[in-house]
């Protein structure tokens, strides 16, 4: 068993919905767990198809909600966007951009395959100083309610299995074959280093 807990990171496009249902999964598991978005805005979906509400990373999830209360309480309720914000509002104050930190993570979770690609070439590019191996894993999640429930529950899955190996860098390869051929899911997986 690993001697220190788990350094988790979870990244999605906008901090918003995948991201954070596993941040709150997470949390409540009791990892160490930070989530982010890699988008250069926040977009949530708007009243129109096509016309997403868009916000700046440095939009409070609570200035968020109240704006959407007062353009239109009923559709952002009904659509569950409103719930999502109370939600994150108990987890941390605003969503954060992954290429703006530089704290050391074990594993970082991506919740799509372009996502994983902006992870990998954001780590790539920096300054290698410590030469600490971080593992990044894609999940591919649907950007839904429900498929953000059911993605963060894997995520969890993976984690406590990491969590509780042996040697995590001889298991990961071995973790995440077992959970493909149980769950019928492929992953995507490199490992870069700090």
Do not use: W
């Not at 995948?18 to 926040?42: D, N, P, Q, Y």
């Not at 009243?47 to 109240?66: C, G, I, Q, S």
């Not at 997986?189 to 700090?194: A, G, I, K, L, P």
């Amino acid at each position: 068993m690993p001697s220190s807990p788990l350094m988790v990171a979870v990244v999605c496009k906008s901090n918003m919905n995948r991201s954070m249902e596993a941040h709150s999964i997470l949390r409540k598991k009791g990892f160490s767990v930070r989530s982010f978005g890699t988008g250069s805005l926040v977009r949530l979906p708007g009243t129109a198809r096509d016309l997403p509400v868009v916000y700046n990373f440095t939009t409070t999830y609570k200035e968020m909600y109240n704006d959407l209360l007062r353009r239109d309480r009923q559709h952002y309720t009904r659509n569950g966007i409103l719930h999502i914000l109370e939600r994150n509002q108990r987890i941390k104050p605003r969503p954060e951009r992954f290429q703006e930190c530089r704290e050391a993570f074990d594993v970082i979770f991506t919740c799509g395959e372009s996502i994983y690609d902006r992870v990998v070439e954001d780590l790539c590019a920096r300054e290698q100083e410590t030469f600490q191996p971080v593992h990044v894993i894609n999940v591919d999640i649907q950007d839904t309610l429900e498929d953000a429930t059911l993605g963060a529950l894997l995520i969890c899955e993976l984690c406590q299995r990491l969590q509780h190996a042996d040697d995590m860098e001889d298991s990961v390869d071995k973790l995440l074959l077992m959970v493909e051929e149980k769950r019928g899911k492929s992953f995507l997986h490199t490992v870069c280093f700090y």
